[in-house]
């Protein structure tokens, strides 16, 4: 994903001047909302919803901020999930977590301040028409709500000290993770006038891409280390969750994961748009 370096860059370079601040009676807030946005990171949801509106003809540096929006409510996110409430985690990207820096009341109220700004920024926006930003606030409202990621906490949540079946535990990740990676397609088609045909060929792969995500995250909470992911690994044993790897073992894990991105790169649409395709090799590869 080398190619992608200059606009993964440039969704860093908007996300610290969108989240800059100066000294106030609440910059506790605002410096913690900063901190966790440049903490670094992939960037990937951004910069599907960029690759795909380009796809159709936009200008990158028009969609940027709508890539920034899906930053900021990924990096929510993670915050929220972060907490001694949820899993308890003290590492994030290397880096001590939010709540660990700031505390658990800053860190939920930086975390509120990050989804709420990505509306504003969707809202706030000059280069599209209102039809088209209020779409894609709907879009992303709706992929991270309560029958979106909110759904697929809740039910990781409540799968704790369990064991949970295949389907249930793709149901879990499908809207945990796999729905916002559709939004951020969903969005970029919005952006740049899409055919509905197109973008139902590309949530299809998508929605495959989000398991593969999973599986590999999985994969590596058993099989890394911490200095090398950023977060802490066997955190999902430790919280007594079910996992593709504890589900299937380790080599059937492998196996899926293969046989997945296989299937996403026979879709006749990859030699069209081979971005996904590339997107594929290092959601398959990446040792973080």
Not at 74 to 101: A, F, Q, W
Request: hydrophobic letters at 40%; one cysteine or more; glycine letters at 6%.
């Amino acid at each position: 994903m080398n190619k992608y370096i200059g606009s993964i860059k440039k969704i860093s370079s908007r996300l610290e001047e969108l989240t800059r601040y100066e000294k106030c009676s609440y910059e506790a807030l605002l410096e913690a909302q900063h901190y966790s946005i440049t903490a670094g990171g992939k960037h990937l949801r951004g910069l599907i919803l960029l690759e795909t509106a380009k796809l159709g003809g936009a200008q990158a540096e028009t969609a940027l901020d709508f890539a920034c929006a899906m930053e900021m409510v990924h990096t929510y996110s993670l915050i929220h999930d972060d907490l001694p409430e949820m899993d308890n985690d003290d590492l994030r990207r290397g880096k001590p977590t939010c709540h660990v820096k700031f505390g658990a009341d800053i860190a939920l109220l930086a975390g509120d301040a990050l989804m709420t700004k990505a509306f504003s920024v969707i809202a706030g926006d000059s280069f599209f028409s209102d039809r088209k930003k209020t779409e894609c606030i709907r879009i992303l409202a709706d992929a991270c709500g309560e029958h979106g990621m909110l759904a697929g906490q809740t039910i990781d949540k409540l799968s704790e000290n369990k064991k949970i079946d295949f389907d249930s535990l793709c149901e879990l990740h499908y809207k945990k993770t796999a729905r916002m990676f559709c939004a951020a397609v969903q969005m970029g088609c919005v952006l740049g006038n899409i055919s509905a045909d197109t973008e139902k060929e590309l949530l299809k792969i998508m929605n495959s891409l989000g398991l593969v995500f999973q599986i590999k995250d999985d994969i590596l909470d058993v099989t890394s280390q911490s200095g090398v992911i950023g977060k802490p690994v066997n955190s999902d044993e430790k919280s007594l969750k079910s996992t593709f790897v504890s589900l299937l073992g380790i080599d059937k894990s492998h196996e899926m994961l293969k046989n997945i991105a296989t299937e996403i790169k026979n879709n006749p649409i990859i030699v069209k748009y081979p971005f996904f395709a590339e997107l594929t090799d290092f959601f398959v590869n990446r040792t973080i």
